[in-house]
Structures are given as structure tokens and as C-alpha cells.
């Protein structure tokens, strides 16, 4: 049995070893990062995945067996291990495979760890959003707010912006594709809004809690693509939900706002 079973961590000690994580990430993915010969095959759902996408999550998944071996694992890659525990680690190796493979410099290795309530509730307690190639990380635990990390030099706290009229809001979106009966409501959204660009993926929504934008709204999203993102909206200030409105990652798609605006948004969106 290990030293470790039954012991309970701090969200200090939690969050410490999240940034452990991206590290391990960061090493890999940036070094595969427009390389030569970086390796790309099709998984079943016809979705891209390179071998920095399999590596990167392959040495996350080490790190949390040997630091973390009670804890489950959700993973983009790998599948799933003790999703049933009370407490699960959600793995995105590369949200935004495609612009790693084109080259983009957009792309991060998403981190977030869940614990599950007696009553069955679940709640995301420490995040970490690595993006290395833009020199940047987000970080996030429970009720201690959220910063980001520029250059790994400067640190600053994020709060998200006080904007309350659509019309003075800047909005950001991943694309028009998979919207089905919203698309006509989500569009005439975006003709109310002051500013409106396709950022995409992670960055819209960290860009929501840096304060940068008002609104980030995408319609098709898998639970590792947002467990890490709700808490650093959250922990700045903003709310996040599913496009219905319901608070938290498990509801399909992803809505981050402000907070002053996200009754407006849900509202529009239901049209």
C-alpha cells in the first residue's frame, strides 16, 4: 500500500503539483512543437492527435500515479481510471491539436482536479492552464483566486471586467459549426455585441477572466476541455456554464462571461 493512500492534501499541495504537471507538459510539447517530424493520426471521432498529445499525457498520467495513486484520472487519450473516487485529475494534453499541428502558437496542456461531495456534488478545486508557447500559465484553486504567470517572471492576479451592456461587450467564439437551432440566436448575439472575434479553444476563456473580453461561448465541449477553465473564470470573478445556463464543466459546451452579463447571454441564447 502506498505512503500516500487515505492521506489528504492541501490545495497548496494540490496546486503544487498541478504546476508539476505542466512542467512535465510543457517539456514535451514544446519541443515537438513544429518539428519535422511530429507524428499525426486520426482517432475514431476524425479528430487530429500527435505523438505530443500521447506523450504529454502518458507522462502526466506517471506523475499522478506515483504523487497521487488514490485519485482518478480523466483523460483526452488514455480513457478513464477511479472516475468513481471522490477525487480525479481531468487531462487535456493540447487543447487546440489542430493549431499545434499547423503551427499555431495557440494551444495549452489543460489540468484541473475535481472532488466529489457525500451528497454527490462536484466541484473543481485546483486548475492550470500551461500555454507555453505563448508564455503564459493560468492557475486557479478553490477560494484563493486566480493569476496568471507571463515569462514565468511576472504574476498578477486576474479579475474579470465590470462591462454590463452588450453593446460595450467584446464576445469570442470557437466557430459556427455545431450550433444546430441556436445558431440564428447565437448570430444575432453577436450583431448586438461592440467587438466580436474567433479566438477559439482555451484563450477565449482565460481572456474572459484576464478582464480582455466580456463573453467566451462554445457550443460542442468534452469535460476536458473545461473542467480547468470554469475554476480560473470562477476564482476571477466571472461565472461559467453550460449554454443553458447550468453552473459548472459537466453540461456539454462551455459559456464564460463576466458575470453581469451571463443571465443576458443564457437568456439570448434560448431565443
Known amino acids: 500500500m502506498s505512503s500516500s493512500q487515505n492521506q489528504r492534501f492541501s490545495l497548496g499541495e494540490d496546486l503544487t503539483l498541478a504546476h508539476r504537471l505542466a512542467d512535465a507538459a510543457d517539456a514535451i510539447t514544446l519541443k515537438r512543437f513544429q518539428a519535422n517530424d511530429l507524428i499525426v493520426t486520426t482517432k475514431p471521432d476524425n479528430t487530429p492527435v500527435t505523438d505530443a498529445d500521447k506523450s ?14 488514490d485519485d482518478g484520472i480523466v483523460g483526452e487519450e488514455f480513457g478513464n481510471e477511479g472516475v468513481e473516487k471522490n477525487r480525479y485529475w481531468v487531462i487535456d494534453p493540447i487543447d487546440g491539436t489542430k493549431n499545434f499541428l499547423r503551427g499555431v502558437p495557440t494551444w495549452a496542456t ?7 461531495s457525500e451528497d454527490g456534488s462536484q466541484k473543481t478545486i485546483v486548475s492550470v ?23 514565468r517572471e511576472t504574476t498578477k492576479r486576474l479579475h474579470v471586467s465590470g462591462v ?67 475554476l480560473i473564470v470562477t476564482e476571477a470573478g466571472g461565472s461559467f456554464s453550460n449554454t443553458s445556463g447550468v453552473a459548472g464543466p459537466h453540461g456539454g ?19
Do not use: C
Open 56 to 69: 504529454s499525457e502518458e507522462a502526466i498520467r506517471a506523475l499522478l500515479h506515483a504523487h497521487r495513486p
Open 110 to 116: 489543460l489540468i484541473g482536479l475535481v472532488e466529489r
Open 129 to 151: 492552464v500551461s500555454a507555453p508557447a505563448l508564455f503564459r500559465r493560468w492557475y486557479a484553486h478553490l477560494g484563493g483566486g486566480a493569476f496568471v504567470t507571463i515569462n
Open 164 to 230: 454590463t451592456k452588450i453593446e460595450d461587450a467584446s464576445i469570442s467564439y470557437s466557430d459556427f459549426q455545431g450550433w444546430g437551432e441556436m445558431l440564428q440566436p447565437f448570430q444575432e448575439l453577436l450583431e448586438k455585441a461592440w467587438r466580436t472575434r474567433g479566438y477559439g479553444d482555451f484563450w477565449s476563456h482565460m481572456l474572459v477572466a484576464e478582464g480582455a473580453l466580456e463573453v467566451a461561448i462554445e457550443p460542442v465541449l468534452a469535460l476536458w476541455d473545461m473542467v480547468a477553465l470554469d
Open 253 to 271: 459546451n462551455g459559456l464564460s462571461t463576466n458575470g453581469a452579463l451571463h443571465s443576458y447571454i443564457v437568456d439570448q441564447l434560448r431565443k
